[in-house]
């Protein structure tokens, strides 16, 4: 083999090595195939844009799930007559979302139902944003159970990504939440 064909046949290796990894992704991308990554929650498919969705807090005004701080949101959907078991893990989520540290702040916190009552309940409204919605975009999502609560994870520009179902595990939130979160 002569120096110009060893030459060409160099130079078109060194292009094939950066031009088949995109010919491969964009084949797979087209295909549909989603890489599989671990999550602790189920994934809501389809996802749900909850950016025209209308929310009023406890006060009145409007609330918006999208916005341009990337800011998540954690959207509790309690079960009817939220008290100890569903105020216990509403507490183990405030303490995955303070587990974040400095990112703390990048996950807002929206109770969306009938404010819990009573003893335990005290201070709930101080760590939780409390708000209804006419809306029953969520109603599927929202736990039937009795003194429970599921969760959904909303992303800052307000599409619904991960459900957490009734009784779902904090620690794998916790988890969940460093990912997105950081």
Excluded at 5 to 18: H, M, S, T, Y
Excluded at 41 to 54: F, Q, V
Excluded at 147 to 166: E, F, I, M, N, Q
């Amino acid at each position: 083999m002569d120096l110009r064909n060893r030459r060409r046949l160099q130079a078109g290796l060194i292009v094939a090595i950066f031009v088949l990894p995109i010919v491969g992704m964009l084949g797979m991308t087209w295909s549909g195939w989603m890489p599989h990554g671990r999550s602790y929650g189920e994934r809501i498919r389809p996802e749900r844009d909850l950016a025209g969705m209308p929310v009023w807090l406890a006060d009145g005004k409007p609330f918006t799930f999208a916005n341009r701080d990337a800011v998540w949101t954690l959207v509790a959907l309690p079960g009817s007559d939220c008290a100890g078991h569903c105020l216990r893990q509403l507490d183990l989520v405030n303490r995955a979302r303070i587990s974040l540290g400095q990112h703390a702040g990048n996950l807002r916190l929206l109770y969306l139902g009938a404010p819990p009552s009573g003893v335990a309940a005290k201070g709930f409204e101080k760590v939780w944003t409390l708000a209804t919605t006419p809306s029953t975009t969520l109603d599927d999502l929202r736990t039937d159970a009795r003194d429970s609560v599921s969760a959904v994870l909303v992303t800052p520009t307000g599409k619904a990504l991960t459900r957490y179902a009734a009784n779902f595990d904090p620690a794998g939130l916790r988890k969940d939440l460093n990912k997105v979160v950081h």
